[in-house]
């Protein structure tokens, strides 16, 4: 009966709370309905497969229609909207409190400084809801449209068949944690954010007794031509952990699809890493003492290095992991 509870699972879980156990019960008893006595594995596979799809099933049963998203993916829609709405708007404020206490015109004992930052808060905190609705209803439009919603491989156009069914949280052992997730879709946010918006703000601050001297890690000038990758492997990536999120558990389309994505940003690390006019470490260096410049030097030819390989294990762990997390049973 583990099929069923599957099939039963998957299709109200897209229909709003009040009425999933009354249709819970009623497709239950269609379904048993159709099975002869003594029904084998076979024939409740059969069964469901003329039933169909569950998220096309879940249409029919559920009363409200809904159009900017499919009602499928309606209620994940907004959960992940008011999620990312939050951590977008904190981030985007906060970025706007550090931007303004570096800077060197801002006193912060003044009627006119305390305006400047409520006004810099809230216009950062507005850009961050905009960013955010944006970039949630696009992935969102995206995956619905993709596939991934019935578990397939993005664009595979394949035919859903009970294989497809989504685990049932009573048995499944390949559960993905949605603490996890959320903290992953905050990390995500909050380091785009900086490294496309205020890469500056990523410096060495010395203090040379005469105040304090900012020194951008980043050539902010060749990092330009990265940023357009940068946003497309976070949109990407966003997407994977919404993805989850609708999922709750991993699938190999899931495994195969994170794979692919840690390919390809350690592809985009290995060439950051290796592009030497990228960094200003030599200016940080001269701005210290003498006596650390060569030591600066030789930590950064040898921990950038180490770090990379450090990022690059864990990626290739990552992808591993959800392989072997896909082949658990329940």
């Known amino acids: 009966m583990q099929m069923i509870d599957r099939y039963v699972y998957a299709v109200t879980g897209h229909l709003p709370e009040e009425i999933r156990e009354d249709v819970g019960r009623e497709l239950r008893s269609n379904i ?3 099975l002869p006595d003594k029904a084998t594995d076979e024939d409740i596979k059969k069964a469901l497969t003329e039933m169909g799809s569950p998220a096309k099933l879940a249409e029919e049963y559920n009363p409200k ?24 708007a904190v981030v985007f404020a906060g970025i706007a409190i550090i931007d303004f206490a570096l800077d060197p015109s801002s006193a912060g004992n003044s009627s006119s400084d305390v305006t400047r930052l409520i006004s810099r808060v809230i216009t950062g905190g507005i850009e961050g809801l905009l960013q955010g609705g944006l970039w949630v209803t696009l992935v969102f439009a995206i995956l619905e449209r993709s596939g991934v ?6 664009f595979s156009n394949k035919k859903w068949t009970p294989d497809d069914l989504p685990d049932y949280p009573l048995y499944s052992k390949r559960k993905i944690s949605r603490r996890e997730a959320v903290f992953s879709i905050f990390w995500t946010i909050l380091i785009t954010s900086v490294v496309c918006l205020k890469p500056e703000l990523i410096a060495a601050y010395i203090n040379n007794g005469n105040g304090t001297t900012v020194i951008p890690f980043f050539n902010t000038e060749r990092l330009q031509p990265y940023l357009v990758f940068i946003l497309i492997l976070a949109a990407i990536q966003l997407g994977l952990f919404i993805w989850k999120i609708i999922a709750g558990s991993w699938s190999t389309p899931m495994a195969v699809c994170n794979a692919i994505y840690n390919g390809t940003f350690c592809i985009l690390l290995v060439i950051l890493l290796n592009d030497k006019v990228l960094y200003q470490t030599d200016k940080i260096a001269l701005m210290t003492d003498t006596n650390l410049t060569a030591a600066i030097s030789q930590w950064w030819s040898r921990g950038i ?13 990552d992808s591993v992991s959800a392989f072997l997390k896909c082949r658990k049973t329940y």
Not at 149 to 154: C, I, V
Not at 305 to 317: F, H, L, P, R, S
Request: with cysteine; proline share 4%; net charge negative.
């Open 149 to 154: 919603e019935e578990g397939h491989m993005p």
């Open 65 to 88: 229609k809904r159009y900017l998203i499919g009602p499928g993916l309606y209620d994940n829609y907004i959960t992940v909207l008011k999620l990312v709405l939050g951590i977008c």
């Open 305 to 317: 290095y180490v770090c990379g390989a450090v990022i690059i294990v864990i990626c290739i762990w």
């Open 32 to 34: 048993e309905d159709m």
